[in-house]
């Protein structure tokens, strides 16, 4: 039988145990876990300058890797121009083209692992992450990581693009890495924060902010 309007239910008042109140955020070392918003936006930051770096250091492989598929590309253009069939008995790239390849896509990989695990063993801050006011910090310490850690989470981000050619499979695998924030809960941790036991966390506005107390 309902109580009547406005009476509490059978049992009242009720035990302890029968509210829960929401959990506090957590706060690693005082310091609270960095919003999505400013991490997607470093992460493009140091995308853009890894970008940067190749053209700095791979450019001249890359126009050499033109050179090489040049004749390809100019009779492609002629076909198209005379409207003959493009596919039929195109000429193949020259012998370098696949050795510039190669080298391309592992000098890319080494530039971005020099950008990145060096400055997050140190301070916990690529440039992305400096300019938005965010860092990396272990789970159980505020002390930096160390390059042995920062390898250990770079390696789920980073060698999976050795595996792009194969159906994809490393693009994927990064994908799920970069969305797992979205919807880990409580520390918003993608899978490589997870391997190496590691947080995102805002940065105090003022050098005298206490990390124990989190104030800011």
């Not at 990581?145 to 789920?156: D, I, K, P, V």
Request: glycine letters at 8%.
């Amino acid at each position: 039988m309902a109580p009547p309007p406005g009476m509490p239910a059978p049992g009242y008042p009720y035990p302890p145990y029968a509210y829960r109140l929401p959990a506090p955020a957590p706060r690693p070392h005082g310091l609270r876990i960095a919003s999505l918003g400013p991490r997607v936006v470093a992460r493009l930051i140091d995308i853009g300058m890894v970008l940067l770096l190749n053209v700095l250091v791979n450019g001249w492989f890359i126009y050499r890797l033109v050179q090489e598929y040049e004749p390809i590309i100019q009779e492609w253009n002629r076909r198209v121009e005379a409207r003959e069939p493009l596919l039929q008995n195109l000429p193949q790239p020259g012998g370098q083209a696949d050795a510039l390849q190669v080298a391309i896509f592992i000098i890319g990989v080494a530039l971005w692992f020099a950008y990145e695990v060096p400055s997050t063993a140190n301070s916990g801050q690529t440039l992305g992450k400096r300019i938005m006011r965010i860092k990396v910090m272990a789970v159980e310490s505020p002390n930096p990581l160390g390059f042995g850690r920062s390898l250990r989470r770079w390696n789920l981000m980073g060698l999976p693009t050795f595996l792009w050619s194969c159906f994809c499979i490393g693009f994927i695998l990064q994908l799920v890495d970069c969305i797992f924030p979205f919807f880990d809960r409580p520390l918003y941790q993608a899978l490589h924060d997870k391997s190496a036991q590691t947080v995102v966390v805002e940065v105090p506005r003022t050098a005298t902010a206490d990390v124990s107390g989190g104030t800011e």
